[in-house]
């Protein structure tokens, strides 16, 4: 019979010190440890793999965004502090040569896209010609990049494309319409983009696919109703769908191998009233959210998809 323990482990790097707290079952089997990092945002936070190493990003109680990296997802260090400010959470990603960070202006809608190679010197900061009232999405993949947002000045769905994250094209204006920000990821081929939404009108949860990021088609609405916009990955030929519930703000868990057919429903014991990120590496999936009684950063994984 196994036993819960809580430790408190902490790093020293530098100047720098690091705690998290991991609560985990004391089994060599098991299959995800939860983390409490000591860091808090009133947002959430977002997370991508790149070049074998996690990488989280978020922003703080004050605004600032911060960067941080594991190699395992339990072990967070080499926390980078950004000149940038946003009253919404951050997007990140990687196209397999450098990181990208997407984020909203604190004081405009304008929307800022700024890269890294290694995750701790970024530069090439470019402000778009677009606007979003909530936080954009950015996914990359194959040296290329998609972004997805709310319009502004409408709940019109908006995407575009990129090669270097600098310029931008492939303007498209969905007809679909959100009361929260979409979310952009790439299904197992690593060809075909999906994006994963509410609906304006309701809270029902929907997704659709590109395959060239122009023509958005196979629309699904799930029999599922989210408080706040979902979070989509691949991971192990399979998409991963998660959200938190309108009412319960229970973490739910679906996967599909196509998108269109989802299977059973997993529901965690985790609740969070703010937009969560999922992200599949080589080995496991791990899912970043903010409490839901307190501004605190969680982030939680599994290596089968189902035990999280």
Do not use: C
């Not at 945002?41 to 941080?68: D, E, L, Q």
């Not at 594991?70 to 926390?79: E, F, I, L, Q």
């Amino acid at each position: 019979m196994s036993r819960n323990r809580i430790l408190k482990v902490t790093r020293r790097i530098g100047p720098l010190i690091l705690a998290a707290l991991i609560s985990f079952t004391a089994n060599p089997d098991a299959q995800a440890q939860k983390i409490r990092l000591d860091e808090e945002s009133p947002h959430g936070a977002s997370i991508t793999f790149h070049k074998g190493m996690f990488y989280i990003t978020w922003a703080g109680n004050s605004g600032r965004i911060y960067v941080m990296r594991s190699d395992d997802g339990v072990d967070w260090r080499t926390k980078i502090t950004l000149d940038e400010k946003t009253d919404q959470s951050p997007d990140i990603t990687s196209n397999g040569t450098h990181l990208y960070i997407a984020w909203k202006g604190e004081s405009s809608n304008a929307i800022y896209i700024m890269r890294s190679r290694e995750g701790i010197d970024w530069g090439n900061k470019i402000r778009m010609d677009e606007n979003t009232d909530r936080r954009p999405s950015i996914v990359g993949v194959k040296g290329q990049l998609m972004l997805a947002f709310k319009g502004d000045n409408s709940n019109r769905i908006i995407t575009l494309h990129s090669r270097d994250g600098v310029d931008w094209g492939r303007r498209v204006v969905t007809e679909e319409t959100t009361k929260d920000a979409p979310t952009v990821s790439v299904m197992p081929d690593s060809s075909t983009f999906m994006i994963s939404w509410i609906g304006s009108g309701s809270n029902a949860v929907y997704v659709m696919q590109s395959e060239e990021g122009i023509d958005w088609k196979r629309k699904i609405r799930l029999d599922e109703e989210a408080s706040s916009g979902p979070s989509v990955t691949a991971f192990n030929g399979r998409m991963y769908l998660t959200w938190n519930g309108r009412t319960s703000k229970q973490i739910f868990v679906m996967s599909s191998r196509d998108g269109i057919d989802w299977g059973r429903r997993i529901v965690l014991d985790e609740k969070t009233n703010e937009t969560l990120k999922i992200v599949g590496s080589d080995s496991k999936l791990l899912m970043v959210f903010k409490g839901l009684s307190s501004n605190a950063i969680y982030l939680i994984g599994s290596r089968d998809g189902i035990d999280f």
